[in-house]
């Protein structure tokens, strides 16, 4: 399967530009600069999170009998066979289970604080998708 992260690797980089954004101006928080920012920050995060499941998706047609199977799965079904697959450790299926919730409650609450919560997330996911991006790209490489 020719397939590569670039796209996910890119999201996570702008994802990591408005957190250091966000750092670089606290004096902002209150400001339009930090909406700014902050809301690059979670749209960067749904991106990158929906990208990672589509590529998650890919990877784990190589390990079914019938790949239209997994086009059946719901997203946290994806991430459970991720970790059945060793794909991702059972803990980090646990935090991308939350990572999932938090997206779906982001794209239906707009409130501040809910953003600003979902920004307490942010250091961690950088971690772990960046994590997941080179073992997804591990899958591919084997799999070509």
């Given amino acids: 399967m020719a397939l590569n992260v670039e796209h996910l690797n890119r999201t996570v980089a702008t994802l990591e530009q408005a957190l250091l954004a966000i750092e670089q101006h606290p004096e902002a928080t209150d400001g339009v600069l930090f909406d700014l920012y902050r809301n690059a920050a979670i749209k960067s995060f749904e991106l990158s999170l ?7 998706r890919k990877a784990l047609k190589a390990f079914e009998a019938s790949p239209r199977t997994v086009d059946g799965w719901v997203f946290n079904d994806v991430l459970r066979h991720a970790g059945k697959h060793s794909i991702l450790s059972s803990a980090e299926v646990e935090r991308w289970l939350a990572y999932r919730a938090n997206r779906n409650s982001t794209a239906h609450d707009y409130g501040a604080g809910f953003a600003n919560d979902t920004l307490q997330l942010l250091p961690a996911y950088l971690q772990d998708v960046r994590a997941l991006a080179a073992a997804l790209q591990k899958v591919f490489d084997a799999s070509a």
């Avoid at 929906?50 to 998650?56: D, H, N, Q, S």
Wanted: aromatic fraction near 0%; charged fraction near 30%.
């Fill in 50 to 56: 929906e990208t990672a499941g589509k590529l998650l």
